[in-house]
């Protein structure tokens, strides 16, 4: 499978001829400067949760694209009042069929409230799979013993991991999360692009590397492909 990094924890998974597009946050972020949002290709768009690093550029390509944006029930209702039509309401433990592949909207330690104070419900992420192959985003999120029923009934080909601290796990509690999930290899996101939340990823290289974890850091625009795990 195909990832794109579109800086922060924006990215895009090319799978069935589709483009899933993750939590964009684009136009705002100084990291992400050399990326047009308005080429950015999209079939869905995933929101994690409410806050502005993960939706920013959401409505406009969902509106350009005519991409089907699926996140919890009250994102999509908020999405819903702004105009959107194609949005598919998910909960936590909910699974849907879609035409790529099976989606589940699984639990996330975090906060959720929208850009205008709206309530954005529960914050999540998603387990994905595909013919191609299976993938687990985690949205922003502490560690949690959760992840371990990831680990036990879906086998991975990758997982996208936050691991910029301070707002979410950090570089240690991230190698925990993939051993968790019972995955070798992780996009790490959700990282550099505010103060607090820089890391010195040399030094996470040698950590993952040292628990026998490959891990990517890719620079916004970059592409990687994660080989199919069986
Ligand atoms: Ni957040
Ligand atoms: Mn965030």
Redesign the pocket.
């Known amino acids: 499978m195909k990832v794109t990094y579109y800086g922060h924890s924006c990215f895009s998974v090319a799978v069935a001829d589709k483009t899933l597009l993750f939590d964009p946050f684009i136009t705002p972020n100084e990291l992400a400067r050399g990326v047009d949002a308005k080429k950015i290709p999209a079939d869905y768009i995933f929101v994690s ?1 409410g ?1 502005e ?2 939706l920013a550029d959401a409505l406009d390509i969902a509106k350009r694209t005519g991409a089907t944006l699926v996140s919890n029930y009250e994102i999509t209702v908020w999405f819903g009042k702004k105009g959107l039509e194609k949005v598919h309401p998910l909960n936590h433990g909910g699974a849907r069929a879609f035409d790529f592949g099976r989606v589940k909207f699984v639990n996330a330690i ?3 409230t929208l850009p205008d104070g709206a309530p954005g419900g529960n ?1 999540g992420g998603f387990v994905v799979e595909t013919h191609e192959g299976n993938f687990y985003y985690s949205g ?1 999120t502490a560690l949690t013993m959760d992840m371990k029923l990831i680990g036990e009934s879906t086998r991975l080909s990758f997982a996208v991991l936050c691991i910029g601290g301070n ?2 796990m950090g570089v240690d509690d991230a190698i925990k999360a993939a051993q968790f999930v019972r995955c070798n290899r992780v996009l790490g996101v959700h990282y550099d692009t505010f103060p607090p939340i820089r890391i010195d990823h040399q030094a996470a290289m040698i950590k993952f590397k040292a628990a026998d974890i490959n891990l990517q850091l890719l620079r916004p625009g970059k592409t990687c492909t994660f080989r199919l795990r069986r």
Do not use: G, M, Q
Request: glycine share 0%.
């Open positions: 949760h806050h690093d993960h975090h906060s959720s914050p922003d707002f979410t």
